[in-house]
């Protein structure tokens, strides 16, 4: 791959990597996967944040995806908790959290929670929806059927565990 190509994605896991690693990172990916922890700032949605490894210093926020150039973007999933909650009642209407921040920052289609989820599910759910994002063409993801892959996911979890909404209702894209 050259330089000037796109990567296919990033995967970025809590510990593993903090921001300044992630920024380059999704400055030349299609597709950003994050499976940690993030938090919502109720009083400045904008500094809502992704728990990387070096958060206290560096933190990906709200504001911080702004200032990344993100030409090559196309999805984001966020498989971390309350991505797509804004952290307070009193901001129940409001649009900045994380998830439409990364869709804001330059990502079409964005991947995001309402809620906690559980640990477990989450990876069934994100292998699932990867499985229904491939094109047939081995390695190849379309992240334009992100909304359809994600509908038919929870369909299927759905029909697993239908008394208990909390654990499959959270998920959310955001996107055309």
């Given amino acids: 791959m050259s330089l000037g190509e796109p990567s296919p994605g990033v995967r970025v896991h809590g510990v593993a990597q903090g921001e300044r690693a992630a920024r380059p990172h999704l400055a030349r990916s299609a597709i950003a996967h994050f499976a940690c922890h993030g938090t919502?700032?109720?009083?400045?949605?904008?500094?809502?944040?992704?728990?990387?490894d070096d958060?206290?210093?560096?933190?990906?926020?709200v504001s911080a995806l702004g200032r990344v150039s993100l030409d090559h973007a196309q999805m984001a999933y966020l498989s971390v908790c309350s991505t797509a909650h804004a952290g307070?009642?009193?901001?129940?209407?409001?649009a900045i959290h994380l998830t439409s921040a990364f869709q804001l920052a330059g990502f079409p289609?964005?991947?995001?929670?309402l809620w906690p989820i559980d640990d477990r599910l989450a990876a069934e759910i994100a292998d699932s929806f990867y499985t229904h994002l491939t094109t047939g063409t081995p390695g190849r993801l379309d992240p334009a059927?992100?909304?359809?892959?994600?509908?038919?996911?929870?369909?299927?979890?759905?029909?697993?565990?239908?008394?208990?909404?909390?654990?499959?209702?959270?998920?959310?894209?955001?996107?055309?």
């Fill in 88 to 94: 307070s009642s009193d901001l129940i209407d409001e």
């Fill in 40 to 52: 919502s700032d109720s009083t400045d949605p904008s500094q809502s944040r992704l728990i990387l």
């Fill in 109 to 113: 289609h964005a991947i995001g929670t």
């Fill in 55 to 61: 958060h206290a210093t560096a933190p990906l926020t």
């Fill in 145 to 176: 059927l992100a909304a359809t892959a994600l509908h038919r996911t929870l369909r299927t979890v759905r029909d697993r565990y239908p008394a208990t909404p909390s654990l499959w209702a959270a998920y959310l894209h955001a996107g055309a």
